[in-house]
């Protein structure tokens, strides 16, 4: 009789937890039924990869609803709307904004409402006719719908350094180092020489300086001569130049009143040529004359010779 009171009791016992089960899903039914929930339409205009029907609904990490449907916009199939519930005592507004964020490491995604100021109006949407929110690209999605492309210009990078340290640039490289150890090598062994040829360059500059110094007094000197004594010498030359183009002028009409004269003149001296050499030849045999007699007076009297007179 032992056996079967213990079937007895099993059985009751599997009849009361499943009676219990069963209480506590209709409960669970009625009470989510008696909520009173608004729905939006959330239009996306990007892929939507990891969110699905059931999927919760988040305002600022608190979850307020739930995912009903999504669908292709017919007029933009590159557009995604999705239907959402969220309970009707959540304040959703005009300027909250829509989005997805990661649920978990699954790769499944929730829909995230945030922001919304209180002077913005209260948004309410049914099930027949849903207010409609559109959502913003997430960051994560932009790393999703972008990651193709950041791979392949990732791979384009790995691929230009694998050429540029290639074996042959590897060795230029290499070189490159080598010869500029051996310049830093030969500059560090040379450190005397240019600091005594920076002296000399620093000596050479301080005495450009001070000869750039003296020429600019000299050219300021200059400058005060020119604006002070120089001005009355030009006056004085322009004055001389004046009178000389006077006296210019003076001579020139002179010749031409006196042209005739000129002539004359000029004829009467060629004549006189003849007269003026046998003057010259007289002076000179007088001259001589005069010579000999200052050396030797009595013979030049009384017993020298004659004076010859000297052949032209």
Do not use: C
């Amino acid at each position: 009789m032992e056996p079967k009171a213990h079937h007895l009791i099993i059985g009751l016992f599997t009849l009361i937890a499943t009676a219990a089960a069963l209480i506590f899903a209709l409960w669970l039914a009625k009470s989510s039924a008696d909520r009173e929930w608004a729905y939006y339409e959330i239009l996306f205009g990007h892929a939507v990869s990891g969110l699905a029907k059931g999927n919760p609904v988040l305002y600022s990490g608190i979850e307020v609803g739930n995912v009903l449907d999504l669908r292709l916009d017919q007029d933009n199939p590159g557009h995604v709307r999705v239907l959402v519930r969220v309970e009707e005592n959540v304040p959703v507004r005009e300027n909250t904004r829509a989005g997805m964020v990661l649920t978990n490491i699954t790769g499944s995604m929730s829909v995230q409402l945030s922001g919304g100021s209180k002077d913005s109006p209260i948004l309410k949407g049914t099930r027949e006719d849903p207010a409609l929110i559109t959502a913003e690209p997430s960051a994560f999605n932009s790393l999703l719908t972008n990651g193709e492309a950041l791979l392949t210009k990732a791979e384009t990078l790995l691929t230009t350094a694998n050429n540029l340290l290639s074996e042959e640039n590897t060795e230029n490289l290499t070189a490159i180092l080598r010869n500029a150890k051996e310049a830093s090598d030969s500059l560090l062994g040379s450190r005397d020489q240019l600091m005594a040829l920076f002296l000399r360059m620093d000596d050479a500059a301080r005495r450009t300086a001070e000869a750039a110094s003296r020429v600019a007094a000299v050219s300021d000197n200059v400058n005060v001569l020119l604006q002070t004594e120089g001005k009355s010498v030009l006056t004085s030359m322009n004055a001389s130049l004046e009178r000389v183009q006077e006296t210019a002028t003076r001579i020139d009409r002179l010749t031409k009143v006196n042209e005739g004269a000129l002539d004359s003149g000029l004829q009467g001296m060629a004549e006189l040529a003849p007269a003026l050499r046998e003057l010259r030849n007289t002076l000179r045999n007088l001259n001589q004359f005069t010579r000999r007699l200052e050396q030797d007076p009595t013979r030049t009297i009384w017993g020298g010779p004659t004076i010859k007179e000297v052949s032209q």
